[in-house]
């Protein structure tokens, strides 16, 4: 089946930071593939999205190119601000699976001022 | 335009009894999804519904259930609760529930089961 797997945290980082949460997945298709951010208190918010190999999202900073050959799409931001912290999620959408998103179990970053 | 809105928000409960929790989708979007949130199991698909009729549904017991409203609006429904039933209900829209399409979610309802 279809299946997310992204590194577990937390992470703390400094502010203004590199950031990188690696994210691989297993589809049965050709799947999107999508980064959810989830503030604390709230419902999920879409962060980036990508629909074919070699696209790359981007949004606020944040970068994640869909990599077929090695079926992944790592978030990546430049300079992390402490407004970042938050839950990320990768998930992914495939049009031969039943469930309209598969998610990974989620990353919790913290940046500290 | 206004957001995905669920109500309650927050809502506690004991073992066996049941609870219903709606979910008013975006104006327009006729999908709308259902997922489970909880610190072991992440966030999982529960069902999505489109033009009042169930057209996915995850892999939870018979005793989560939904439906949909001729205006998109959706509730779900768990019987006999229990303590495992502990979690964010998160609801999400869009236009038709392509594969293409972003999701948009509520803010979410916390179940609590004591």
């Known amino acids: 089946g279809n299946s997310v797997t992204q590194m577990e945290g937390p992470v703390t980082l400094s502010e203004e930071a590199f950031l990188t949460i690696n994210c691989t997945y297993t589809?049965?298709?050709?799947?999107?593939l999508f980064w959810y951010v989830q503030y604390p208190g709230e419902g999920l918010q879409l962060l980036l999205k990508a629909t074919k190999a070699d696209d790359k999202g981007s949004n606020k900073g944040f970068e994640a190119t869909y990599r077929k050959e090695t079926t992944s799409f790592h978030l990546e931001k430049g300079s992390v601000q402490v407004s970042d912290s938050a839950v990320y999620f990768c998930a992914l959408s495939d049009r031969g699976g039943s469930e309209k998103l598969v998610f990974g179990k989620g990353t919790k970053l913290t940046v500290n001022p | 335009k206004a957001g995905v809105t669920q109500t309650p928000r927050y809502l506690i409960k004991t073992r066996g009894q049941q609870v219903t929790l709606s979910c008013s989708p975006i104006?327009?979007?006729?999908?709308v999804s259902w997922y489970q949130q909880t610190p072991g199991q992440g966030l999982q698909f529960l069902f999505e519904y489109f033009s009042e009729t169930q057209r996915n549904k995850g892999n939870f017991p018979g005793r989560f259930s939904g439906r949909q409203f001729s205006n998109s609006r959706s509730e779900m429904n768990v019987s006999t609760l229990e303590l495992g039933d502990s979690a964010l209900y998160l609801c999400?829209?869009?236009?038709?529930?392509?594969?293409?399409?972003?999701?948009?979610f509520g803010p979410g309802t916390r179940l609590l089961v004591l």
């Open positions: 999400a829209s869009s236009f038709l529930g392509g594969v293409l399409e972003t999701q948009y």
């Open positions: 104006s327009g979007h006729r999908s």
């Open positions: 589809a049965t298709g050709y799947p999107s």
